[in-house]
């Protein structure tokens, strides 16, 4: 199986991405802590000689870094120091906390602590915001509710963790936002009731690290379930905003750069991008081939389907140019079973699909002018554990791809007409993607 058609985890959030879950209790109460490793009890015993022995480790709740314990050389010395979250049981507050430990004499010692902005931490990363050398930590801290989150990005100077930059967020992305080689931070906030939906570009130009661009997103954008970086034409990166509307469909906004500036597309006069992009929910933007340039979801009917109520859907996948979307490929998606069949270009508007109503597969028909009258049966897709797969062998299926949990099997039909597939055809039209 061609590795390209594995990656498509990018049909959920990927990268330096602070979700927007915002569950009310702590994870620390509802997971039993890991076992300390002895550098780590050595650091827990230097952590409460300074802070006190009533004290509880917080875990971050998503990111690279889960542990209490993170481990970065934050002031470039050449050596890493400790960086643990904790919560301060006698503070009524109920804020965590932030310390730096140094590595001394073969042990540890205290050498600053620092409130933070939230109850848990939901992120933590690093980056060098615009190729400067130096570290930046960013941390997001979260509330009780998901509108309340805050994003602190730090540096680590002379033993003082210096806050460098603070902003309210929905969701982050650390990515090269504006094509210059170097790491920046996209900042996502949604609609809520103390502000409009936008974007903002953080970096450092040599100012340190500040805002230096903001835009826009729709007002009608309830939540965003999906947001993942990639690229648009002629190697441009950008940001693909799902945006789940007031209506209940998803709708796309394309965010990118130019001369260090945030645009988006759908914002100018006369866009068809948010009409070219609204679909039911369930379907994302994603890298589906593997090529870097992300694709955007839409569907229609399959033909001689009339009724949207009892419809099959082609999958549309089109990609941005010149301030639209144009379609790159059509597929038949079943998020639900983890696949995607792209479908050849001979059959477009010659074949339509139906689901047999007793096996629940997925069968195509040569279109006949008609759905009735559509009976000759091209090919069926059959979604079977591993373990069946060697007695639908015996029925006639041939494995067109695989995971661990599953076998997509295919059945030709009976018929020599010149719109049948090879195997191979059906093998490299064959796409794994994330479940739904």
Known sequence: MNMKKTRLAALVLTGALLTGCG???????????????D???AIYTALTASAGSNISLVYPRGGAYRSAFVFYDLDMDGADEAVVFYDDTDDSENSVRVNILHRENNGWRSVYDHAGAGSYIEQVFFADLGG???????IGYGYMTPTEKTLKIYSLGDGVLNTEYTETYYKTMNMDMDGDGSEDIAVINCNNENHAAYVSLVTDRGNGTECTSTVDLSESTADLPSVIGGYIGNNTPALFIDGLTVSGNLSTEIIYCVNGELR???NLSGSDIPVMTTRSQGLYCCDIDGDGIVEIPQREAFPGYRDPSDAQYITNWNVFENYTVVKKYASLTEADKGYA????VRWEGLVTV????????????KFNSRLAESRLELMRILVCTRDSA?????????????DDNAVYMVKFGDTEDNLLLTMTEVRNNFYLIQKN
């Open 23 to 37: 569950i009310g209790s702590s994870v620390d109460t509802l997971l039993l802590p890991p076992m300390l490793s």
């Open 39 to 41: 550098e780590q009890k």
């Open 132 to 138: 400067t050398g130096r570290v930046r930590m960013a």
């Open 264 to 266: 988006n597309p759908a």
């Open 341 to 344: 069949f792209m479908l050849p």
């Open 354 to 365: 139906k689901t047999d109503s007793v096996t629940g597969e997925k069968v195509f028909y």
């Open 390 to 402: 060697a007695q639908r062998s015996l029925e006639g299926y041939t494995a067109a791809a695989s």
